[in-house]
C-alpha cells in the first residue's frame, strides 16, 4: 500500500465514488470532498470504506476559498484527483452561470489550495466533449478544442487554468479526458439508466433528434484504473484521452438495452439541443 493521503472531489458521485473505491485499495488515507447535491449519495461508498480510519468524509463546496483552504490545513494532501463538476449537458444549457462557477471557479480554487500546499500531483478530469465535431477519425490530444455547449467551455476554460497553474507555477499537473463512462451508480438522468428506467415503466424512449449520434463507451471501473495510471505514470504538464473502440450511436443503445430487458421498445425523438456534436 502507498502511504499517501489522496483528495478526491466529488467522492459521492458516480465516477469518483468508483475511484475512491480503486484509491483505498491502493493508497493508506482518502479524503472525500463533497458538496452533497442531488447527484451525490453516501451509499456510493461502500459501507466499509466509509467506516475506516483510513477514510475521511469533507462536505464542502470546492467554490468555497474558506471551506477549502480550511481542508487542506487540517491533511497533509499528497494528490488530489479533481472530479467534482456540473456535468449533466442539458441542466449546462439551462444554468450556464452555475456551470460556469462550479467547473472552473472550483477548479481554479482547488489548483491554488493545491499550489500553496505543495501537492505532488492534480490530476483533473475533463471530458472528450472539449473537442466538439470530430467527423472524420477519433481525436488525438493535439486536436485543437471548440467546445460547443456551455459544459463543453466549462471544462475546456478549467483546461487552460490547469495547465496555467504548470506552466506559471510549475504546480504538477495531469489532464485526462474521457469519454462516456457507463456503469453501477450512475445519475438517473444520464442516458443509460433513463432508458433503463423508461422501459421498466413500460414508457417511450425519447431520443435527440434522429439518434443517429455515435458516442464511445467505457466502463467507470476500467476508467478508473486508467485514471490512477496516468496519475502514476503521466508525464506533469501532459493530456491523455481515455477512450475505448466501443462506438455505438445512441438507436443501437437503445434497442441494446430493451433487448437485455426483454422489452419491446417505442423510440420517440424529442428536441434537439441548441447544438449536438456529431
Request: overall charge negative.
Amino acid at each position: 500500500m502507498i502511504r499517501k493521503t489522496v483528495l478526491v472531489t466529488g467522492g459521492y458521485g458516480f465516477i469518483a465514488s468508483h475511484l475512491v473505491r480503486h484509491i483505498f485499495e491502493r493508497y493508506n488515507r482518502v479524503i472525500n470532498v463533497d458538496k452533497m447535491d442531488e447527484v451525490a449519495s453516501e451509499i456510493n461508498v461502500p459501507t466499509e470504506i466509509r467506516q475506516s480510519p483510513r477514510y475521511f468524509f469533507e462536505e464542502c463546496d470546492i467554490t468555497n476559498f474558506e471551506s477549502v483552504e480550511n481542508i487542506f490545513s487540517r491533511h497533509k494532501i499528497d494528490i488530489v484527483f479533481h472530479l467534482a463538476a456540473q456535468s449533466h449537458v442539458d441542466k449546462s444549457y439551462t444554468d450556464p452561470r452555475n456551470t460556469l462557477l462550479n467547473n472552473v471557479l472550483g477548479t481554479m480554487v482547488l489548483l491554488d489550495a493545491s499550489r500553496r500546499h505543495k501537492v505532488e500531483k492534480f490530476l483533473h478530469m475533463s471530458t472528450d466533449e472539449v473537442y466538439g465535431d470530430v467527423v472524420e477519425s477519433a481525436a488525438t490530444e493535439d486536436h485543437p478544442l471548440n467546445p460547443t455547449n456551455p459544459y463543453a467551455a466549462s471544462k475546456a476554460s478549467a483546461e487552460h487554468y490547469v495547465k496555467m497553474m504548470f506552466y506559471s507555477y510549475n504546480l504538477p499537473v495531469v489532464l485526462v479526458r474521457c469519454n462516456n463512462i457507463y456503469g453501477h451508480n450512475q445519475y438517473t438522468e444520464k442516458v443509460l439508466p433513463t432508458f433503463v428506467r423508461r422501459l421498466v415503466e413500460n414508457k417511450n424512449i425519447e431520443i435527440h433528434d434522429g439518434g443517429n449520434q455515435k458516442r464511445s463507451w467505457l466502463h467507470v471501473d476500467d476508467a478508473c484504473r486508467a485514471i490512477i495510471l496516468a496519475c502514476e505514470k503521466g508525464e506533469d504538464g501532459e493530456v491523455y484521452n481515455i477512450d475505448s473502440k466501443d462506438e455505438y450511436d445512441i438507436t443501437f443503445i437503445s434497442k441494446k438495452v430493451g433487448e437485455i430487458l426483454g422489452k419491446k421498445i417505442e423510440i420517440e425523438h424529442t428536441y434537439n439541443r441548441p447544438y449536438n456534436d456529431s
